[in-house]
Structures are given as structure tokens and as C-alpha cells.
């Protein structure tokens, strides 16, 4: 039998309720809400304060899941912490990252307070040009302080700053990205020129900024105020009822229609053109990985303000894969789309007018156009990047023309 872990849940630093293994049944886990825990501390749009507990079978709930490592930064927790926990399952894996994670919500063995995350000089991060690996260093010191999902290497670190308002502990400031170069050469540098292009088509996106090297990327996280204070953050996959493996599971319809059932009223016409952007702008730089989790809200509690989180996550995947389709169904079919079928979706499913879709679109053109211009500036300057940047100009291209007649 697994051993008892009982973690104490904390809202932007409030005890919310105890998530806890059952008694009654092997592989079932609870989480009950402490006595006189108030609205404003839910742990999920989608788990208002009751009284009666929350059970969920095989793996926690899946606002607690959604956070859980994997790929590589799994592996490497597995292997360090092999001997002291020998049942590795998802409670007792929240015990280990739950100090630092994505969003407002925090984990805790009962009476334990939780860590700092040790402080880090980004400048080093981005200037660094050793031929040692400098993200192995970084995934041993912060793998332990990664709440963080995804299979692409990546962890949370805190930027060596002038000191900030203490919320409930000095957390993680940014997410430092890495990748395997044989399989996916020039990762960082093609989510960069992506996020490059989100911004230039007016989409609110997280904030990247690409070492020398290309190694690495270092996004500022955008679940986080000025003041320190994090933001509620729940990706769609949560906001579904789904398990992180069901992050290719639906359509893009389906996170229109989740808008309209979770994003706050004023905000969601903006919304939902944000989400027709965002889609229209994967087509066209031929981002196949556009899942459930890479869409997401944002609020400072539940009862308040929730709106469309910045656009994150965006890479052009056909350079790695020819034949990728799209990650979710757009009007029934998982292949890229052509204008007509993009149209279709936004005045079907986003309720925009044709007006609104051709400003879309065009926005989305100038955008990709720009991040283009942008690669081969890049180049001029780094002739080493020739090779990747002209395919990922290519690629734009390609997904452009696709979508645009």
C-alpha cells in the first residue's frame, strides 16, 4: 500500500483543503475543503467550496495534475528521489514540486513551510557560451522547484532581482526552455521567431527572450503581477474535465464554447478573437501542437475577473514532422485549413463578423511577414542559423499561402 501523503492546498497563500489518499479505495485520492474556506479560495473554476470531498480515480484531479512534470524533468525527479519515495505516484510527486508551480496554487506536507527557490542570474543564462551543458546544471538545481508540465525540457527559476513584496515565499520568475538537437534542431530559436510573430499580429504574448547560444529560451511568466502575486492559471484540459492525455482530445470549437462557460462576460468577445487569432496564426507558422494545455485563463480568484491567458507554447512543427496536422479538429478535419474553413470557424464559433475575420487574418499576414523579416535579420547576423532560418522562413510561407486563398 502507498504511503500516507496528505498534502495541505494553498490559494495565493491561504489553506484551501487537504488532498489526501482514500482509505476506502486503492488509487482513488480526495480533496476536501477546509471548514470556513470562502469562495475567493477555490482551487478551480470547475471545483466551487463544498462541503462533500472531491475524489478523483487513477490520478489526482485534474486541476492538480496539471502541473505534474514530464519528459525529461520527470525522468530526472524519478531518478533522484528513487530510494526516499518508492511509490512515485502523482501525490507523491506534488509533494516534491508543489512549493513552485504554475499558477496561484501551492502544495505542502502538513506544518511544512514552504521553500525559497534559489536565485538565479539570468544574464548568465542568456550570455552563456561554454561548451558545457549549462541546462544540466540548471534541470539538477531547480528540478525539485518545477511545477511544470510539457515533455520539452524546461524549468522554473527565480531571476536574481531587487527584492520583491513577499507574497507567501520568494517563487519562480521565468521558465527556461531547452531541447535535444538531434530531434528537434533550433527549438528555442523557432519558439522564438513564433512568439515574434504572435506579437507583431497584436496577440497578448508571453515575453521570450533567446540565448546567444540558441539553447535555450527564457520566457518571463505571465501568471505573475509586478507585486510578486501570482494569478490563478487553468489551461483548457482542466477547464474540459480532462487528464493531461486528453490534450489532443476535441476541437478548437470546444475551447470557444469553454470560453463562453468560464471567461468572465466583458471579456470574452476579446476572447474569442484572441482565439481565432491564435488559431488562424498556428495555421500559418504550421504549429501542430496547438493542444488543450497550450490555451489557458487567467484570474486573481475565482468569483473575480477571468480572462484568455497570452498566447505561449508556439513552435512551427512541420520542419520536425512533414506531415503534421493540426492538434486538435478545426470544422471536422485535423488538417491545415484553408481560408475558407478558417473563415468558418470564426463567424461559426467565435461569433465574429467577416469584417472582424479579414482584420484577423490580416493581422495574422503582417504578423508572420514581419517574423520572417525578423529570421533573416537574425541571420545577416548569425550566419550559423542560415540553414534553420531560411526552412523556418520557408515553413511560414507555406502555412501562409495555405491560409490565406
Known amino acids: 500500500m502507498a504511503a500516507r501523503t496528505a498534502l495541505d492546498v494553498s490559494a495565493s497563500g491561504r489553506r484551501a483543503g487537504v488532498l489526501d489518499r482514500s482509505d ?23 471545483m466551487p467550496v463544498i462541503r462533500d470531498p472531491y475524489d478523483a480515480m487513477g490520478t489526482v484531479h485534474p486541476i492538480f495534475e496539471m502541473n505534474l512534470p514530464e519528459g525529461a524533468l520527470l525522468e530526472k525527479l524519478r531518478t533522484r528521489f528513487a530510494k526516499t519515495v518508492p511509490d512515485f505516484d502523482s501525490l507523491a510527486l506534488l509533494a516534491i514540486v508543489g512549493r513552485s508551480q504554475i499558477g496561484r496554487l501551492r502544495y ?21 557560451r561554454g561548451a558545457h ?11 525539485a522547484a518545477s511545477g511544470i508540465s510539457g515533455m520539452q525540457p524546461k524549468v522554473l527559476v527565480r531571476a536574481a532581482e531587487p527584492d520583491l513584496p513577499r507574497v ?16 528537434y534542431a533550433e527549438l528555442a530559436a523557432n519558439e522564438y521567431f513564433c512568439l515574434r510573430a504572435a506579437q507583431l499580429s497584436g496577440l497578448p504574448t508571453a515575453k521570450g527572450r533567446l540565448a546567444e547560444n540558441r539553447r535555450v529560451l527564457v520566457i518571463e511568466r505571465f501568471d505573475r503581477r509586478d507585486d510578486g502575486m501570482y494569478l490563478g492559471c487553468e489551461d483548457f484540459c482542466v477547464l474540459s474535465g480532462l487528464r493531461s492525455h ?6 478548437y470549437e470546444d475551447i470557444a464554447t469553454r470560453i463562453t462557460q468560464f471567461v468572465s462576460g466583458e471579456q470574452q468577445r476579446a476572447a ?3 482565439l481565432f487569432t491564435t488559431v488562424a496564426l498556428c495555421c500559418a507558422v504550421e504549429n501542430g501542437d496547438a ?3 497550450n490555451f489557458a485563463v487567467l484570474y486573481e480568484q475565482p ?6 491567458a497570452p498566447v505561449y507554447d508556439i513552435i512551427a512543427t512541420t520542419p520536425y514532422n512533414a506531415r503534421d496536422v493540426l492538434a486538435l479538429t478545426l470544422g471536422g478535419s485535423k488538417a491545415f485549413p484553408d481560408r475558407r474553413r478558417l473563415s468558418d470557424f470564426g463567424r461559426r464559433a467565435c461569433g465574429l463578423s467577416k469584417r472582424q475575420v479579414d482584420e484577423a487574418l490580416e493581422r495574422v499576414r503582417c504578423g508572420v511577414e514581419g517574423a520572417c523579416s525578423d529570421i533573416r535579420d537574425y541571420i545577416a547576423e548569425h550566419r550559423d542559423f542560415a540553414r534553420a532560418g531560411e526552412r523556418l522562413v520557408a515553413t511560414f510561407k507555406q502555412g501562409l499561402q495555405r491560409s490565406s486563398t
Open 168 to 183: 507567501t515565499h520568494r517563487g519562480a520568475t521565468h521558465i527556461v526552455k531547452s531541447f535535444d538537437p538531434r530531434e
Open 108 to 128: 505542502a506536507l502538513t506544518g511544512e513551510t514552504p521553500e525559497e527557490v534559489p536565485a538565479q542570474d539570468l544574464t548568465q543564462i542568456l550570455a552563456y
Open 272 to 274: 474569442l478573437t484572441q
Open 24 to 46: 476506502l479505495e486503492a488509487d482513488s485520492f480526495l480533496f476536501t475543503y477546509g471548514g470556513g474556506c470562502s469562495e475567493e479560495d477555490a482551487v478551480s473554476l470547475t
Open 303 to 308: 468569483e473575480g475577473l477571468v480572462q484568455l
Open 246 to 251: 486528453g490534450r489532443y482530445h476535441g476541437a
Open 133 to 143: 551543458d549549462l541546462f544540466a546544471d540548471l534541470l539538477e538545481r531547480y528540478a
Open 291 to 293: 493542444h488543450l494545455k
